[in-house]
């Protein structure tokens, strides 16, 4: 599967953003996607991931009722709702895809094996 991202920008602390993943050569349904970052200086982090299947939800602890993820089978999506965003949150935000049953249990420690090109989110104070 190949997956496309877009929605990133410049923002100001407190504003919100909304990244989307598109998916292309296979239908979502039964993937689990995922959203990570990776911000200057530091080691890529698992942001939120979700089961398409079941729809339950993973997220870290940095953005815990800050970001909601989601899924949209029928437009083959899977999107980022960031709000109340900090500097802190600045960084290249990827999705990712891979097609085993994996759950929210397992969080965002699996090997994903698609992965899209990065989307810049910027937040100034």
């Known amino acids: 599967v190949q997956l496309q991202a877009s929605g990133g920008g410049l923002v100001q602390a407190g504003d919100s953003l909304r990244l989307s993943c598109v998916a292309s050569?296979?239908?979502?349904?039964?993937?689990?996607m995922g959203w990570f970052r990776r911000a200057p200086g530091k080691d890529r982090e698992g942001v939120s991931c979700?089961?398409?299947?079941?729809?339950?939800?993973y997220y870290a602890d940095s953005v815990k009722g800050r970001f909601t993820i989601s899924s949209n089978n029928a437009k083959n999506t899977v999107y980022l709702q960031m709000n109340n965003l900090k500097p802190e949150d600045t960084a290249v935000y990827y999705c990712?895809?891979?097609?085993?049953?994996?759950?929210?249990?397992?969080?965002?420690?699996?090997?994903?094996?698609?992965w899209g090109q990065g989307t810049l989110v910027t937040v100034s104070s």
């Open positions: 990712a895809a891979d097609p085993d049953l994996w759950t929210s249990h397992n969080g965002c420690h699996i090997p994903f094996r698609s």
């Open positions: 050569g296979r239908t979502l349904s039964s993937y689990y």
């Open positions: 979700i089961s398409t299947y079941d729809g339950t939800p």
